[in-house]
């Protein structure tokens, strides 16, 4: 399971209870099983397609669109993990004959 998917759908879990709203009518407002709800919230198995549905009928698409700037946010860190792995360059690793 993807860290952030799972992120995602916590979040999304957490903003629905905190307005109140039922699953049950979440899944028919967004035209979606309530399983698929759930399993969105649970970091499971869902689509962007799922989660854009889910936020609007919540009424927070707001949320995606933060969400979205944030990913574009790079961490140093992870800038500096990437180029690590980028400069090293697989080589074939060759065993030298031993000659009897």
Known sequence: MDLDEKKLGETIRRLRIHKG??????????????????????????????????LKAIDETEFLLNWMQKSKEVS???????SRKQAIEPKRVSKKRVRE
Request: aromatic share 2%.
């Open 21 to 54: 709203i039922p699953l049950e009518k979440v899944a028919a407002k967004a035209s979606l099983s309530p399983m698929s709800v759930r399993a969105l919230e649970m970091g499971r198995g869902s689509t962007l397609s799922t989660s854009l549905k889910v």
């Open 76 to 82: 140093p860190l992870l800038a500096l993990r990437y």
